[in-house]
């Protein structure tokens, strides 16, 4: 409660002290609801209550409410207050207003009006109340009633300083709750020239008011550039004495300064020569006083002066133009570095990050290196830590790379765990980046997986192998490499993987000697086998059967392994089916065979790492520093996936750059869309829809442009259905305010059940990520759901409306039958409402029977085959799965070649989805 002097309100002291004399809560509650009770009466009974009294039972409510219990009545008594004449009444009725009233209340027209009244009035301590409840409530029917007189009140020439104060920063916290609350035009110069305010208080409370202006419409409000910098200059030209009311410790305006230094960062350095000279004089007359001499010893004077250190060496970042001035600013948070102070430390290596990343101060930055390595061994805060290793991972370059990954190599043996994973992406970024010598690029990452194996992600292992299977003068070295670093008797899991793929691609280079001859490559790699994850041993069957290609002396030891109860009868069935095929596969005759499906990887397209680093942009959204020489970022794509062999299962691959149907981009692998240079916005750029081929397909690109790509994975069983859609943001901006709408129409809606998972509403720069959509099929139906995409991309909102690939045909169940029964449930299905027949011509080429049937096993029925009389048609039977019923359906493909067409028959127990199919397969031949 404010402590009004001659007025201390005895009641309200004698009831406090009782209840913070109270022994128990149910003593409190007694003690409160007595006097509830008796504020109750005396409100209702006592009709001759002056102001003084309906003043101490309303702070007594108050004071009850925020103990937590709720108050019912007393308002209107806290209303009636605000007509008082007297300081200390009117005081208490806003700040009971402030606290309590809703912006909803029945008594808000009430409460308006007399605000009105008292801003209208001569006495500007009213006025100030009244602007103080007005931002205090802050509500929109506040920036309604009153946004037209604030305004007014701010430029007026008769408003007193004091409410000129209140009237700006209560205008900015309406301008926040609604932004049209402040007019343009003329009002614009008028609210912009309160910064030559002769009273301080004004301008400080007006450059509040102004920053946030600008930030919604710079270019309305560029004329505050050139003030903001006279202001600024005149207070650091000043003596302290100059600004005796706004001088703290010895620092003459300091928060009015960083305001000033905040509102100019919103703007390019100055065009206008003069005002950008004085900006600079200004900036390097306060790193000069950063070198004077303390005026005081005490704390508040340190931080006040380097908070505005702080702010113009924030500016001198943003402007980036003046190479002296980023040099001085460099060595000035240079000596932060080894000051006592934890938070000065954390900031000075915060902003000498981004001083690593300019032409003009990344030498100066690199001085400190030494510096920073210390920081990084001996510094206690965790958090100062990883800022040394973000500025370490900055200031590398060609010349001091080996350095200072060796450093962060020592490092990530105690490194904490919460940081550990974010290291090794960085050293893998910094070790492939700077690499001259790719034996030491693989040290690197063998040096990664041994000292922080279970932070080494996919992405990491697989750089390795691919860059090691395009580089034929590294091979042999990370085959001896590998094979020695698997002789550990404690050996990770990623070692393991990277050391199969690699033995089983060149492991032959190795061959020649008896200590690494192929049967000790064979022990040595099953005897990790027992302790690996299902993955790896798949990796490892694979890695076997192409030593059965490169090693034919152990074939039979393979099989062994093969055939082992543990492979060819696994409960896992990607082991039971690799085992089976491979063994099946070692058996062929054909040495030329099994040297073709077993041949050596093809080298991939040459890429950089940036994967990694989208993947580090994703765990630090917005903390990731670039590092200085990446001036071109590409994104890379990358795919994890299953090499040549029998079934597509016989082995593990990496390749990048190949591109899916319809889309110039692997969103569907383990990789991210490439970022392009300014694509585009204006819908004028390439737009692939694959919606139609989805029909008979799960995965791939349903929709990209040049800036967007959705990708999908659809699994079906049953009447129920999982789509993983997938987002990629092909751009070098993030994606803001970004919302994916799933919906369905009310027809829709009452055949299908959809469950949509929420995500992140920002998508960084070259970053994907998926969304969930669980679909139950409840009866069917013959639309499809909508997409609607809305986001901002570089400023600009942007709209995508596509249909999601969730059909019918989705929930069909393959069924197998043999001839006898298909043509006697084609009979008992013969109703003229169960048939749907169309003659089509051809619009692909007839000859290709194979693609024919893929595309109608893609769709969900089961081939038979040798079941028509005819050989050349096509006989597809299948289950529609829904809720309530299950749905029979046939199907009859007669082609006629020579007519080149087609007569397509399908029967089911329901007409409109005989109609359905029909109609949709008709389009695919």
């Excluded at 007393?74 to 209303?79: L, P």
């Excluded at 302790?531 to 030891?557: D, Q």
Aim: aromatic share 8%; hydrophobic share 40%; proline share 4%.
């Amino acid at each position: 409660m404010p402590a009004v002097r001659g007025d201390g309100m005895r009641g309200l002291a004698v009831f406090i002290s009782d209840i913070r004399n109270c022994k128990s809560k149910e003593a409190e509650i007694k003690r409160i609801n007595k006097e509830l009770a008796n504020i109750r009466s005396k409100f209702k009974g006592d009709k001759t209550l002056d102001g003084y009294q309906k003043k101490k039972y309303v702070c007594k409510l108050l004071f009850i409410f925020l103990l937590g219990h709720d108050i019912d009545f007393g308002q209107i008594e806290a209303v009636n207050l605000l007509s008082s004449n007297k300081y200390t009444e009117k005081q208490i009725g806003y700040l009971f207003i402030s606290v309590l009233i809703s912006g909803n209340s029945e008594l808000i027209q009430l409460i308006v009006q007399s605000i009105k009244n008292d801003l209208a009035s001569r006495n500007p301590v009213h006025v100030s109340l009244a602007l103080q409840c007005i931002a205090n409530i802050g509500s929109k029917d506040m920036a309604e009633a009153f946004g037209q007189e604030i305004p007014k009140l701010l430029v007026s020439g008769d408003t007193l300083d004091v409410v000129k104060q209140s009237a700006a920063l209560c205008l900015l916290r309406l301008f926040r709750t609604d932004a049209s609350v402040i007019p343009s035009g003329e009002w614009t110069s008028r609210i912009v020239h309160l910064l030559n305010d002769q009273h301080m208080g004004v301008v400080t409370a007006a450059a509040s008011l102004i920053d946030a202006l600008v930030k919604k419409n710079p270019e309305e409000y560029k004329g505050c550039i050139s003030l903001a910098v006279s202001r600024l200059s005149r207070i650091v030209t000043s003596s302290y004495t100059d600004f005796q009311d706004y001088t703290y410790y010895f620092v003459p305006a300091p928060w009015l300064s960083v305001k000033l230094l905040r509102l100019l960062q919103n703007y390019p350095p100055p065009e206008d020569p003069g005002v950008r000279g004085r900006l600079s004089e200004c900036l390097e007359t306060i790193l000069n006083k950063a070198q004077e001499p303390p005026k005081s010893k005490k704390i508040q004077h340190s931080n006040a002066k380097n908070a505005v250190l702080f702010e113009a060496i924030s500016l001198i970042i943003h402007n980036d133009s003046e190479p002296n001035l980023l040099v001085r600013a460099c060595n000035q948070l240079g000596q932060f570095l080894s000051h006592r102070e934890t938070n000065l430390r954390y900031l000075a290596l915060e902003s000498m990050c981004i001083l690593a990343t300019s032409e003009f101060s990344h030498e100066a930055v690199k001085k400190h290196q030494e510096t920073v390595i210390n920081a990084l061994k001996t510094e206690r805060d965790v958090s100062v830590r990883q800022r040394a290793v973000d500025l370490l991972y900055a200031m590398c370059d060609k010349s001091n790379a080996e350095e200072i990954v060796l450093e962060m190599l020592a490092y990530l043996e105690t490194a904490d765990y919460s940081i550990r994973e974010e290291m090794v992406l960085k050293v893998a970024i910094l070790a492939e980046k700077y690499a001259t010598d790719y034996k030491w690029y693989v040290d690197v990452i063998l040096n990664l997986i041994r000292l922080a194996g279970d932070y080494v992600s996919e992405e990491v292992w697989y750089r390795v192998i691919q860059i090691v299977i395009n580089r034929d003068d590294v091979q042999g070295y990370a085959a001896k490499t590998v094979f020695e670093a698997l002789q550990a008797q404690a050996c990770h899991e990623n070692m393991v993987k990277v050391g199969g793929y690699i033995l089983g691609e060149f492991g032959n280079l190795i061959a020649g000697d008896a200590r690494s001859s192929p049967a000790v490559q064979l022990q040595l790699l099953h005897s990790k086998f027992h302790l690996c994850s299902s993955m790896t041993r798949a990796l490892l069957l694979s890695t076997y059967v192409k030593f059965v290609n490169l090693f034919p002396e152990i074939k039979s030891h393979i099989e062994e392994i093969f055939v082992a109860d543990s492979n060819l009868r696994s409960a896992d069935a990607e082991l039971q089916q690799r085992a089976s095929e491979y063994l099946a596969l070692s058996k062929l005759t054909s040495l030329d065979v099994l040297a073709t499906v077993l041949e050596e990887m093809p080298p991939f397209p040459e890429k950089e790492s940036s994967g990694l680093l989208n993947l580090l942009k994703k765990k630090r959204p917005g903390r990731v520093i670039e590092n200085p020489d990446r001036l071109d970022e590409h994104v890379a794509r990358k795919e994890h996936k299953e090499t040549n062999g029998t079934s597509g299962t016989s082995g593990l691959s990496l390749a990048s750059n190949q591109e899916q149907e319809g889309g110039s981009a692997d969103l569907l692998g383990l990789g991210v869309p490439s970022a392009g240079n300014g694509p585009s916005t204006n819908g004028s750029g390439t737009v692939t829809n694959n919606i139609q081929k989805f029909y008979c397909k799960n995965n791939g690109v349903l929709y990209e442009n040049d800036i967007v790509q959705i990708g999908v994975k659809t699994e079906c069983r049953s009447n129920l259905a999982r789509l993983a859609l997938f987002y990629g943001n092909k751009t070098n901006h993030p994606f803001m305010n970004f919302k994916p709408d799933v919906s369905a129409s009310p027809a829709l809606s009452m055949a299908i059940l959809l469950q949509v998972k929420q995500v992140d509403s920002t998508v960084e720069a070259g970053a994907q990520f998926q969304q969930m959509v669980n679909v139950e099929c409840v009866s069917d139906f013959d639309e499809q759901p909508d997409l609607n995409l809305t986001f901002f991309y570089n400023g600009a909102p942007q709209s995508i409306s596509i249909k999601l690939p969730i059909s019918i045909n989705k929930f069909i169940e393959p069924t197998e039958m043999n001839g006898e029964a298909f043509f006697s449930r084609w009979k008992n299905l013969s109703l003229p409402a169960q048939e749907s027949q169309k003659i089509f011509k051809a619009a692909h080429p007839m000859e290709n029977s194979d693609a024919t049937k893929t595309k109608l096993i893609g769709y969900g029925f089961q081939l038979l085959e040798n079941i028509d009389p005819n050989p050349d048609n096509y006989v597809c039977a299948g289950i529609i799965h829904t809720r309530s019923l299950q749905i029979g359906c046939l199907l009859r493909l007669e082609p006629n070649k020579q007519a080149q067409m087609y007569r397509l028959t399908t029967r089911s127990s329901k007409e409109a989805v005989s109609q359905h199919i029909s109609a949709i397969l008709c389009e695919q031949f």
